[in-house]
């Protein structure tokens, strides 16, 4: 079964370091996204992408963060210096096409830890 | 702005038993469409079930069933026949392009 692929699954970093959180999105999928999950809170919505280009992104979403899809198959997040309240689960996501009955499905997720 | 509401942080619940995770739900959109994750203990999010708001019928996945009132706006989860290997975070979502989240409810089955 075709599934979200998000590398790597733990990631530990220095402050003020830049990460690159990696996904691979199901092959025939249009629509990507960045979700975030502070430990013991709710997911948060961070950014979709379609047609190579930011469609929607959140006020989370400044200008530390950036998303690029470099080929056909990777859709990556970049965080340029990180802060201690970047640690959480990063989340990938990808959706066929629009629709309310298409589902996004969720790569297992990247946990970031900021030291 | 669309919002979503579970009220219960967390149950408790035998196993063999049925279970109803409540949510609430709020939008304006006159169509949209509601799901359930379950994240376990390792973190991943895992698609349960889905319920179009035109849907005549409440949506079914095996053990999962969807109790959809849309007058009363509300999307309750019930899970039959509950298991050991349940017992994790649920989700309830509404989906405006982007997917929004509940706060989530951790479910524990009991031995």
């Given at each position: 079964?075709?599934?979200?692929?998000?590398?790597?699954?733990?990631?530990?970093?220095?402050?003020?370091?830049?990460?690159?959180?990696?996904?691979?999105?199901?092959?025939?999928?249009?629509?990507?996204?960045?979700?975030?999950?502070?430990l013991g809170?709710?997911?948060?919505?961070?950014?979709?992408?379609?047609?190579?280009?930011?469609?929607?992104?959140?006020?989370?979403?400044?200008?530390?963060?950036?998303?690029?899809?470099?080929?056909?198959?990777?859709?990556?997040?970049?965080?340029?210096?990180?802060?201690?309240?970047?640690?959480?689960?990063?989340?990938?996501?990808?959706?066929?096409?629009?629709?309310?009955?298409?589902?996004?499905?969720?790569g297992a997720?990247?946990?970031?830890?900021?030291? | 702005?669309?919002?979503?509401?579970?009220?219960?942080?967390?149950?408790?619940?035998?196993?063999?038993?049925?279970?109803?995770?409540?949510?609430?739900?709020?939008?304006?959109?006159?169509?949209?469409?509601?799901?359930?994750?379950?994240?376990?203990?390792?973190?991943?999010?895992?698609?349960?079930?889905?319920?179009?708001?035109?849907?005549?019928?409440?949506?079914?996945?095996?053990?999962?069933?969807?109790?959809?009132?849309?007058?009363?706006?509300?999307?309750?989860?019930?899970?039959?026949?509950?298991?050991?290997?349940?017992?994790?975070?649920?989700?309830?979502?509404?989906?405006?392009?982007?997917?929004?989240?509940?706060?989530?409810?951790?479910?524990?089955?009991?031995?």
């Open positions: 079964e075709p599934e979200v692929t998000q590398t790597p699954s733990h990631q530990v970093t220095q402050m003020g370091q830049e990460v690159i959180l990696r996904c691979v999105p199901i092959s025939n999928h249009l629509y990507f996204y960045w979700y975030r999950q502070i809170q709710k997911v948060e919505f961070l950014v979709s992408f379609y047609n190579n280009e930011i469609s929607e992104k959140s006020e989370i979403f400044d200008d530390q963060f950036s998303v690029e899809r470099p080929d056909g198959s990777n859709f990556t997040l970049k965080i340029r210096s990180t802060k201690l309240e970047d640690s959480a689960m990063y989340f990938c996501a990808s959706l066929q096409g629009q629709g309310l009955e298409n589902i996004q499905y969720f997720g990247t946990r970031l830890s900021v030291l | 702005a669309q919002k979503i509401t579970q009220t219960q942080p967390g149950m408790f619940v035998q196993e063999k038993e049925a279970v109803t995770l409540d949510c609430t739900y709020d939008t304006s959109d006159p169509s949209y469409g509601l799901f359930w994750y379950k994240q376990p203990s390792s973190g991943e999010m895992i698609f349960l079930i889905y319920q179009g708001s035109y849907d005549q019928q409440n949506a079914t996945e095996g053990r999962y069933s969807l109790n959809f009132q849309k007058a009363r706006k509300s999307a309750n989860l019930v899970i039959s026949a509950s298991q050991l290997g349940d017992s994790a975070m649920y989700f309830c979502a509404i989906q405006d392009d982007k997917i929004i989240f509940g706060k989530g409810t951790r479910l524990h089955i009991l031995p």
